[in-house]
């Protein structure tokens, strides 16, 4: 019936109902189909980025991470004033589950790097925004930061800690990061 409604009457609100229907019914390609068409429709800032984090949480869900980094990032630039944290929170996992494309073992720990720059500059939003994964992403950040290279790893690759290194590989590709060791 609400699809039908829809169809007659296509409105943001009506598709956001809907891809919750669809969305507790795990039937996530109509979710993000109805996700995407409300923001087709919608023309509010604050509004857009919410539905971003949603569209790119289904995302995540369907294990689409390329998808999800899009949403996420587009969410982000909208409007970096008026940020929750959120979208950074959920990008930085992103970029985590990416590394696994990544060849070798220090290019797989360097991802780390990027994630957690992110996840400093989400948990004071997530705090400000009374958002409750705050915490999480505090505990995601200290396991981050266990998985950095060693001292030893970074000595071999003639890394020095400070220095500007550029993520080459994984879904985190081209952003620039600082070397850092792992906490011996």
């Not at 009457?9 to 189909?33: I, T, Y």
């Not at 060849?103 to 780390?112: I, N």
Request: aromatic share 10%; proline share 2%.
């Amino acid at each position: 019936v609400g699809e039908m409604y829809y169809n007659v009457k296509p409105q943001s609100s009506v598709a956001m109902l809907l891809a919750q229907l669809f969305q507790n019914k795990k039937e996530f390609a109509k979710a993000n189909q109805y996700l995407r068409q409300a923001l087709a429709q919608e023309t509010v800032a604050e509004e857009r980025e919410k539905l971003l984090v949603r569209i790119g949480i289904l995302e995540m869900t369907a294990n689409n991470f390329t998808e999800a980094v899009k949403a996420f990032n587009e969410s982000i630039n909208i409007d970096e004033t008026d940020d929750d944290g959120l979208a950074l929170y959920f990008l930085a996992q992103c970029y985590v589950a990416g590394a696994k494309d990544c060849g070798t073992e220090l290019a797989k720990h360097s991802v780390y790097w990027v994630a957690y720059d992110i996840l400093q500059k989400a948990i004071p939003l997530m705090e400000a925004a009374g958002i409750s994964q705050a915490e999480a992403a505090k505990q995601l950040a200290s396991s981050y930061r266990s998985v950095f290279p060693t001292a030893e790893e970074c000595f071999f690759a003639e890394l020095k800690e400070g220095a500007t290194y550029t993520v080459n590989c994984g879904l985190a590709k081209g952003i620039a990061t600082k070397v850092r060791y792992r906490a011996q």
